[in-house]
């Protein structure tokens, strides 16, 4: 993951784009790239997996960066955000079933 960390932010730095990465413009970015991602499935469930694979690396870079931007591990809050899931989503009451924690 380090290397992919580096590569981008090599990329943004290359081009001075940093600038432009404040939280507020970076979840817009993050927005507009999901909706993105979410158009190749707007017509039913056959997609282009090429193409929905570059709009989901979209995302992920977008994340990245704003994780980045806030000064955050990414790794420590998925894990932290994962221990809040498997609370909220015990085995017993959630395997197998796409309910919301509050109605398990």
Same mark, same amino acid.
């Given at each position: 993951?380090e290397?992919?960390?580096?590569?981008?932010?090599?990329?943004?730095?290359d081009?001075?784009?940093?600038?432009?990465?404040?939280?507020?413009?970076l =979840?817009?970015?993050i927005n507009?790239?999901a909706?993105e991602?979410?158009e190749?499935?707007?017509?039913? !469930?056959?997609f282009?997996? $090429?193409m929905?694979g570059e709009?989901?690396a979209?995302?992920?870079?977008?994340?990245l960066f704003?994780?980045? =931007?806030l000064?955050?591990?990414y790794?420590?809050?998925?894990?932290n955000k994962?221990?809040?899931?498997? !609370?909220k989503?015990?085995v $017993?009451?959630?395997?197998g079933?796409s309910k919301k924690?509050?109605e398990?």
């Amino acid at each position: 993951m380090e290397e992919i960390l580096e590569r981008i932010r090599k990329f943004r730095d290359d081009r001075d784009f940093k600038q432009f990465h404040s939280p507020e413009n970076l =979840a817009k970015s993050i927005n507009i790239e999901a909706g993105e991602l979410l158009e190749h499935f707007q017509w039913g !469930n056959e997609f282009n997996k $090429e193409m929905v694979g570059e709009e989901l690396a979209d995302v992920i870079v977008y994340c990245l960066f704003m994780a980045d =931007a806030l000064g955050v591990d990414y790794k420590e809050i998925i894990m932290n955000k994962m221990s809040k899931n498997e !609370n909220k989503y015990p085995v $017993e009451k959630a395997r197998g079933t796409s309910k919301k924690y509050t109605e398990l």
